[in-house]
């Protein structure tokens, strides 16, 4: 019986030493562990105490399953006397699972009901997902317009901008397939599904950059469905808003930047709108993704530069120095360091021209892009352009000025 007890022993060091480095990580992007909103704050309270009570069971039921296979291990023994048909037995065992299981049931049930508000809320956002990125519609209505300066709709993508301490109703819906929308730092998990919208109040109580993931498998690249949310002092977002909403302007003439403008009209405005771009008569342009995309919309790449990713926001536009820099910035100093958007210095060169030179190679959108007569001759995404190096130079040029 040695050999067969230190292999048990060995399994369950090694188990708890798994947990044990499990639980060290002290700042993981998508803890739930780390509320930094009323919201998460809310799950946080409830999974401690449900998590500490399943804890204290399963100690309980593991010591009981150990003790009973090594008392009654088989010796040759007479089989010992049986518990079945014995009503007080019985009945422990049933009512006492019971009892537990309704002391987490009305803290959970009251919980569920309190997160589900939505009369409180102070600021409206539209969120969409799609294959394999999320939108963001500031529509300029009722309190967006009359109390954070909304005289326009702003439309971004992988980045949530928020004011801090600021009660968000997100109305989250799918242009595709179903989706799931996650922050863990902020709240739980509400489904993006088409033709539906559901309702997730989000609130941050701390400036900083709150990770997220699609929790919905919903194709070929959904580990590649990123987003996060960037919750700003409210004179820093009256700041990001004013910004998103100033005029348009051009690169000066002569300027690599311009060629890459003229380059990006004729490559790239089918289907990524850039709020305020026109053309050399000067009618402005309003790109048409329905017309090439499946799904029918692009991300709308005004102030790209605002943003520290892109490409769903798979990858950062900002090197992994400068990218330190904004994350583990205080939070007094995180929006000056957000708003700074990506310089030519901090510019993560490597991944966007990757991304220009051959978007399906770096993330898979068909698993056989050859079968386009299947969706109409549409794009499940961004193709590959074919762009030479000094086009890329351009247009690396050009998007710099997007901010």
């Known amino acids: 019986m040695k050999n067969p007890r230190r292999r048990f022993l060995s399994l369950a060091g090694a188990a708890a030493g798994l947990v044990a480095v499990a639980g060290c990580a002290k700042d993981a992007p998508q803890d739930t562990w780390q509320p930094a909103g009323p919201n998460a704050e809310m799950i946080d309270n409830l999974q401690r105490p449900v998590f500490l009570v399943a804890g204290i069971v399963g100690v309980i039921v593991f010591a009981a399953v150990a003790w009973v296979v090594f008392r009654y291990r088989d010796r040759g023994q007479a089989i010992p006397e049986q518990t079945h048909g014995k009503p007080a037995v019985e009945i422990t065992l049933t009512v006492i699972p019971v009892l537990i299981l309704i002391g987490v049931a009305i803290p959970t049930a009251s919980t569920i009901f309190d997160l589900a508000k939505t009369d409180d809320t102070q600021m409206v956002i539209n969120v969409t997902g799609q294959q394999w990125w999320w939108e963001y519609d500031y529509p300029a209505i009722g309190d967006n317009a009359a109390k954070y300066g909304l005289s326009q709709p702003i439309v971004t993508s992988g980045q949530l901008v928020i004011p801090e301490n600021t009660k968000?109703?997100?109305?989250?819906?799918?242009?595709?397939?179903i989706h799931s929308y996650w922050i863990p730092k902020l709240?739980?998990?509400?489904?993006?599904?088409?033709?539906r919208v559901h309702l997730l109040r989000l609130e941050g109580s701390k400036p900083g950059i709150y990770a997220g993931q699609c929790t919905e498998f919903c194709g070929l690249s959904h580990s590649y469905m990123r987003m996060e949310t960037i919750v700003l002092k409210r004179a820093d977002f009256d700041a990001w808003v004013a910004n998103q909403l100033a005029p348009y302007e051009a690169p000066a003439e002569g300027t690599l930047a311009k060629e890459g403008e003229a380059l990006y009209i004729q490559q790239c405005s089918r289907c990524h709108q850039v709020n305020g771009l026109a053309d050399a008569e000067g009618n402005l342009i309003v790109s048409a993704p329905e017309q090439y995309?499946?799904?029918?919309?692009?991300?709308?790449?005004?102030?790209?530069m605002t943003r520290n990713t892109f490409a769903?926001?798979?990858?950062?536009?900002?090197?992994?120095?400068?990218?330190?820099?904004?994350?583990?910035?205080?939070?007094?100093?995180?929006?000056a360091k957000y708003l700074?958007?990506?310089?030519?210095?901090?510019?993560?060169?490597?991944?966007?021209?990757?991304w220009l030179r051959n978007a399906p190679e770096k993330k898979p959108m068909y698993v056989d892009p050859t079968k386009l007569q299947e969706t109409g001759g549409k794009y499940r995404g961004m193709p590959a352009l074919g762009l030479t190096e000094d086009q890329i130079d351009a247009l690396v040029a050009y998007l710099l000025e997007r901010k």
């Open 168 to 177: 968000v109703l997100l109305r989250v819906t799918s242009r595709d397939v």
């Open 187 to 195: 709240n739980g998990k509400k489904d993006g599904v088409p033709g």
């Open 293 to 304: 995309v499946v799904s029918g919309a692009a991300p709308n790449l005004t102030n790209l």
């Open 312 to 335: 769903g926001a798979s990858w950062d536009l900002l090197t992994q120095e400068c990218r330190d820099v904004v994350w583990k910035a205080s939070a007094d100093e995180f929006g």
């Open 340 to 354: 700074a958007g990506v310089s030519a210095d901090c510019l993560n060169q490597k991944d966007l021209r990757e």
